[in-house]
């Protein structure tokens, strides 16, 4: 997007919260230095942040998050790696047998150079000392003056830190022999909404805080290349970015600037192996693919295509991407989004690093674009980005010509699985107290998903994608919840939805249809479980012609419209009355022989046993 409109999207942000009365959130500018000391993995920073408060209220105390505290033994991550059932594999080492595995705390084992911390040496408001203690992985600051509504704040920050061995997402020497992924590596301000303070110590998962403006000076060494969140603003002075740049250098480093507007995550890597691979998409953003040109990493050398087709794609579905820049770089420990960045680990394999790179930069839209709570809303943050992602794989990377109506069944299976597996647990469920990783992974993956998916079955997939659209025009650049997202899609759609989000997020309830018989011209259908839905039910006659059966649930208060979906082509589409969530059973009477129902086949529907969703005389 030009940088004009950019201007205009950013201005609106600042003025106009408009999309639920009384709606506000809060504003950080930081500008920070990072002076590196390569050697010993440290580094010495310096920060001024600019904190405005748009609350309504006076605010007497900040929080800061520490996150490389986490990586020290003792630490609740390390406690929490030893006590769930079922570990993170790159955070333990196995000590036991493949036959009997023991798992260890990878953090338990790191010694005092090769633990995390960020240790703040000086911080003042407005000039004037204040008193904090840090507890974990937060840093409570009790302030010398209330910070008033309307009011900014300066805050001066001095600070040093020990760069982890990378366990998770952050961290020095990657698995890849990436020297340096440096992912939540500044004290970051807390957000506060109208729920309060989210104040979460860090166990692993993901990320929530404000929106602003980054300024970031980094001195390294002069034979690193740094990719990072932002645009560079002097690639002539440095490495990688420029045919022959004039390296501007002082005591053997060099000095590597980069500004961001309106995210809430700021990323940066160094590496002296790294090359930088550029192009601009269609829809004018600078794509930057900045990874070890190697035997390691085949597959980056043929990726730039598909993610200029990705940020093409989803600008035209989703919402057109606003920021001038986005960076694809490798580290890290998988994949991870930030603020107009990726770290992403790997590159042999071009169908894995592509599916990456499409879901991390799917997450530009929800998390990044919408500021989502991860914490407690992970499966509107991964849900939705796999749906995105998923979407633009079969149209950029398979080029399918024909887009199935339901565009991933292996979420279905993967849901309905663990719907029938007895560990899941509610889908509202913060996200750090799931009992296991495998309820947490696929709630938020793919469960998320289905929801999405099938809300497209509920209300039109017209609608769905109208929605999508609309919900990017509403809410971009804000802290929307799951619940803005389906009030949107109940103005767009004109159907009451609190049923469905209500039990399909808070309750661990299950979808059963059945065809429960067949007799004459009379078909029974059957509600066998305690979720009930509306009903598309396709009837073949004897004499070839076909009849869709279109079943509202009354506490929808609406239909959905007719869909052009290659499964209902030639089928005549009949309105029934409202099937009441109270009567298990529900008869629908037809004219003709009958030679085959089916309940939806779609198979959008997330029925846990679609066997009895077909009858054939």
């Known amino acids: 997007m030009r940088k004009f409109t950019l201007l205009i999207c950013l201005c609106l942000v600042q003025f106009a919260f408009a999309q639920r009365k009384g709606y506000w959130q809060q504003k950080v500018d930081y500008k920070m230095t990072v002076d590196m000391k390569e050697n010993a993995y440290q580094f010495d920073g310096k920060m001024q942040l600019k904190y405005t408060n748009n609350s309504g209220q006076n605010l007497n105390k900040v929080y800061f998050h520490l996150y490389y505290n986490a990586f020290q033994p003792g630490s609740m991550m390390d406690n929490r790696l030893q006590n769930i059932v079922d570990p993170d594999k790159r955070m333990t080492n196995n000590i036991g047998t493949k036959e009997n595995p023991k798992y260890q705390s990878r953090i338990s084992t790191l010694t005092p150079d090769q633990i995390g911390y960020q240790k703040v040496t000086s911080l003042t408001q407005n000039g004037q000392a204040v008193t904090y203690k840090v507890d974990g992985t937060i840093l409570e600051v009790t302030l010398a003056k209330p910070i008033a509504e309307g009011q900014t704040a300066t805050f001066d920050m001095v600070w040093n830190a020990q760069i982890p061995e990378q366990i998770r997402r952050t961290g020095r020497n990657s698995k890849d022999g990436v020297d340096f992924s440096m992912a939540q590596w500044y004290p970051k301000m807390a957000e506060f909404d109208p729920e309060g303070w989210h104040l979460d110590e860090y ?28 645009e560079l603003q002097n690639p002539k002075e440095v490495k990688g970015y420029v045919k022959n740049p004039v390296i501007k250098e002082k005591n053997g480093k060099a000095t590597w600037n980069f500004k961001a507007e309106n995210i809430h995550d700021f990323v940066w890597a160094a590496d002296k192996e790294f090359i930088v691979e550029h192009a601009k998409s269609k829809h004018g953003v600078d794509i930057y693919l900045i990874y070890q040109d190697n035997d390691s990493s085949p597959a980056w050398r043929k990726a730039m295509p598909y993610a200029l087709g990705f940020f093409d794609y989803n600008s035209e579905h989703f919402g057109e991407y606003p920021w001038k820049t986005y960076s694809i770089i490798q580290g890290g ?38 500021g989502i709570n991860e914490t407690y809303n992970e499966w509107f943050d991964e849900g939705f980005t796999s749906y995105v992602e998923q979407m633009a794989h079969l149209n950029v990377y398979e080029k399918v010509k024909v887009i199935p109506s339901n565009p991933n069944p292996d979420a279905y299976k993967g849901y309905i699985n663990l719907a029938l597996s007895g560990k899941e647990e509610p889908a509202s469920l913060l996200a750090d107290y799931y009992n296991t990783n495998y309820a947490y992974s696929l709630e938020a993956y793919y469960k998320g998903q289905v929801l999405a998916i ?10 769905l994608n109208k929605t999508f659209l609309r919900f990017y025009d509403e809410w971009k650049f804000k802290h929307p919840s799951g619940n803005d997202f389906k009030r949107v899609a109940e103005e767009v759609s004109g159907v009451n939805l609190k049923w469905y989000f209500n039990l399909f997020l808070n309750t661990t309830r299950k979808i059963d249809y059945a065809i429960d018989g067949v007799n004459g011209k009379t078909i029974t259908l059957a509600n066998k479980s305690d979720f009930a839905m509306p009903i598309d039910l396709l009837v073949e006659y004897t004499d070839g012609s076909k009849e869709l059966f279109y079943i509202p649930l009354r506490e929808m208060r609406g239909e959905k419209p007719a869909e052009n979906l290659v499964e209902y082509k030639g089928a005549k589409r009949t309105i029934l009355e409202d099937w009441f969530w109270t009567k298990p059973l529900y008869d629908v009477k037809v004219s003709k022989e009958v030679k085959q129902v089916t309940i939806d086949p779609t198979k959008r529907l997330a029925d846990v046993n679609f066997d009895n969703n077909v009858f054939t005389k």
């Not at 989004?337 to 930069?361: M, P, Q, R, V």
């Open 454 to 463: 099938q809300l497209g079955y509920i209300i039109g997939q017209d609608n």
């Open 333 to 370: 420990d998988g994949g991870m989004e930030y603020g107009t960045a990726t770290l992403i680990a790997g590159g042999k394999n071009l169908d894995s690093l592509i599916g990456t790179i499409f879901h991390e930069a799917a997450h530009s839209w929800y998390q990044q674009l919408f």
């Open 203 to 230: 166990i692993g998962r993901e990320f929530f805080a404000p929106f602003g403006n980054f300024d970031v000076t980094i001195n390294i060494g002069k034979d690193y290349i740094v990719g990072a969140s932002g």
